[in-house]
């Protein structure tokens, strides 16, 4: 599948909704809303043979009697009737199909293969895209499309990162995880059965042909031919970061071989080496996943394991300092230049060596990002963790710090915040700041210390 | 059909192949045995070799650190008698002459993965392999990288390269992978093969024993 192919299957000029449905309670209905309310700008064809307008829109009975070009079909009809809708996508033109429809390989019944395969060679007599079957369809917004069937993916704030998951459910998981901790989204989809699209072909995607996207992350559950991925990852290498999360841990290695390596080796023990042979970035929980992606977007790569912590508050920049221990980086050492410059901004009435005790500096925001300033400015930090907890007499900090980044350079180490308030005091002045000038704000000291691990890690697979 | 190597056809296999091994023989009597360990210098072990043996530690097969003729002499009378005696169904070739291993004891591994195709493994070896499962995979064909990064991951990678607990030539032992691992390239039919212990000093990296399934 060439990249061209997708590129016109990601970025329809129209989009024709097969089993397009006034009924709630028919996929059809909500891949509709979707496109509706998520403001597509391309032209939208609902088929239906018995309603006269679905959405407000006019339909069509049948594929084929559109009289337009149709870029994108999205298919919600049952399985039986699929082929011969196929068929019509491929007589029309159409340039890329996303097959919400289920019940074909994955289900239990051998029908449901020798459909599958069916659909395989249709797609071949025309060359045709096919995200799919299986899926809840894709997202894509950078393009502004929502080809899915919930309306609610259209909230993803626009970013670089790509969410790709075997799993529709994991998609929803990491796409609602995207919105809360404000991650910014290029496309989201899931493969489904991968009917002519999978893994290696939407890598290479993603890679060669999409610039919005910066970061990929794979949710992977199991696969027929991994190598097939891994070699194409590895020939990708040192382009864009690649993040995987796989399922499947349990250790099912052959406990009746006589040989240790067989029996040494479960399934994900090969995985664990073969992703990191590959160069892809293992995560291992969905928080891990969008913390590691959301940072790599938005910050400057961390070249070294050397942390500087900065807090507002003794105790958090405490755990920090533990928790950046524990993940593998080190504590800084600052410059004496360093030093004597925060002990000019700091009293010594609070611990100024890493980590650093801002709390005397609660009221002076300007003293509190020049403290940043120098740690950033020292040769001896590859990251930051930056720390400020609300306190009520200390609510007007976040509005400063906000104000006064819009001054600063961009940074040119990664800056990771944590900034806690109660719901609603400060979410103005996070969402402002978060992804600003290279830094990024993640919810704990410790999920911080693991981002900032995992950029390093992340540096080192580039090379 | 399957074909299992064991022992000293194992071994007499790598050896050929270009992997370094633990200089073995195998001898059919006593005088044999006492010979082969004069040769191949002292102190040596003696290994029963049966291919009805797999874990020779478990059934007393092996007797270490034989410092004489005398010694040696004497070992072979007992592990032969206690062979015939604990397993006489079992067949009896003779008795392995090896030189004796020194430095940590490594795993190192491939096996054909339904899925993966070749894989290499690499680990703490000797008889803590399966208990601690301190090991780390990778696919064929490996890189330089790809062999230190094996090294890198262990546990048990501190103990590797404090020079305080005997230095090991990690250098070394990246070359040895990227051996095994054409060695696997160049004979796809082997299905399984566990290269344990191989003993890795300052100096050395020998196999001292081996099985290879071939498929």
Redesign the interface.
């Known amino acids: 599948m060439t990249n061209a192919k997708l590129k016109d299957l990601f970025c329809p000029e129209s989009v024709a909704v097969v089993g397009a449905s006034n009924s709630f309670d028919k996929l059809g209905y909500h891949v509709m809303k979707s496109l509706v309310q998520g403001n597509y700008g391309g032209r939208i064809f609902p088929v239906n043979p018995k309603a006269q307008q679905v959405w407000g829109i006019n339909t069509h009975p049948a594929l084929s009697e559109i009289r337009e070009a149709v870029d994108l079909a999205v298919i919600a009809v049952p399985a039986p009737f699929v082929p011969e809708v196929l068929h019509e996508c491929g007589r029309k033109r159409v340039k890329g199909v996303v097959m919400i429809t289920a019940g074909f390989k994955e289900i239990e019944d051998a029908k449901g293969q020798a459909l599958e395969n069916e659909l395989g060679s249709i797609a071949r007599q025309y060359d045709l895209p096919i995200i799919g079957p299986n899926t809840f369809g894709f997202v894509n917004r950078t393009f502004g499309v929502n080809a899915s069937f919930t309306p609610e993916f259209s909230l993803l704030e626009k970013g670089g990162v790509a969410l790709i998951s075997q799993s529709g459910g994991m998609c929803h998981l990491c796409g609602f995880l995207a919105m809360e901790q404000r991650m910014g989204v290029s496309k989201l989809m899931s493969l489904g059965n991968r009917l002519n699209v999978g893994f290696p072909e939407l890598l290479k995607h993603l890679v060669e042909d999409d610039e919005q996207t910066r970061v990929i992350t794979l949710y992977i559950e199991g ?5 097939d991925l ?1 070699d194409t990852a590895k020939s990708l290498r040192g382009r864009k970061h690649i993040i995987a999360y796989k399922a499947g841990k349990s250790e099912k290695g052959d406990s009746a ?9 479960g ?1 994900y ?2 995985w ?3 992703l ?2 590959a160069g892809i970035l293992e995560v291992t929980s969905a928080e891990e996943l969008i913390d590691t992606a959301k940072v790599l977007d938005k910050c400057p790569p961390a070249k070294g394991p050397r942390i500087a912590v900065l807090s507002g508050q003794a105790g958090p920049g405490m755990i920090a300092a533990d928790a950046v221990e524990k993940t593998g980086l080190k504590l800084a050492r600052f410059s004496e230049k360093t030093q004597e410059e925060i002990n000019r901004l700091l009293p010594p009435i609070a611990i100024r060596t890493n980590p650093v005790d801002m709390g005397p500096s609660w009221y002076d925001t300007k003293n509190i990002l020049d403290i940043l300033k120098a740690a950033l400015e020292d040769e001896g930090t590859d990251g930051i963790i930056f720390i400020a907890m609300f306190a009520s007499a200390n609510v007007h900090l976040a509005k400063g710090m906000a104000d006064y980044l819009n001054s600063m350079d961009h940074f040119k180490k990664p800056v990771v915040g944590v900034f806690t308030a109660p719901p609603g005091i400060w979410d103005n002045e996070i969402r402002a700041m978060d992804g600003q000038k290279g830094l990024s704000i993640v919810p704990t000291p410790e999920r911080a210390a693991a981002v900032l691990a995992n950029l390093w890690k992340a540096n080192l697979l580039f090379g | 059909m399957d074909r299992l190597l064991l022992g000293v056809d194992a071994i007499a296999f790598l050896d050929k192949e270009g992997i370094r091994v633990l200089e073995s023989s195998l001898a059919r009597d006593e005088n044999e045995a006492a010979s082969m360990a004069s040769r191949i210098g002292f102190p040596v072990a003696l290994k029963i070799s049966s291919p009805d043996v797999i874990h020779k530690t478990e059934t007393g097969g092996i007797r270490v650190l034989l410092k004489s003729e005398q010694e040696v002499r004497q070992a072979f009378r007992e592990v032969t008698t206690v062979f015939r005696s604990d397993s006489p169904e079992k067949k009896l070739e003779g008795v392995m002459v090896q030189k004796l291993g020194r430095g940590f004891e490594l795993i190192v591994g491939a096996r054909k993965d339904r899925q993966f195709g070749h894989v290499l493994m690499f680990g703490l070896g000797g008889i803590y392999a399966e208990a601690a499962k301190d090991v780390s995979f990778r696919l064929i064909p490996v890189t330089k990288r790809d062999a230190r990064e094996m090294i890198e991951e262990l546990q048990c990678y501190g103990m590797l390269k404090n020079p305080r607990s005997g230095t090991v030539d990690l250098p070394g032992i990246e070359d040895f992978l990227l051996q095994v691992s054409a060695l696997i390239e160049k004979h796809e039919e082997i299905q399984e093969m566990d290269l344990n212990p191989v003993f890795a000093s300052s100096s050395d990296i020998e196999v001292c024993d081996a099985r290879i399934r071939i498929g």
């Not at chain 1, 696969?223 to 190598?227: A, I, S, T």
């Not at chain 1, 071989?257 to 080796?265: I, K």
């Open positions: 696969l027929d031919d991994p190598r891994l071989s006589r040989f240790h390596t067989g029996s040494l080796a399934d023990q090969i664990k080496g073969a990191r042979q």
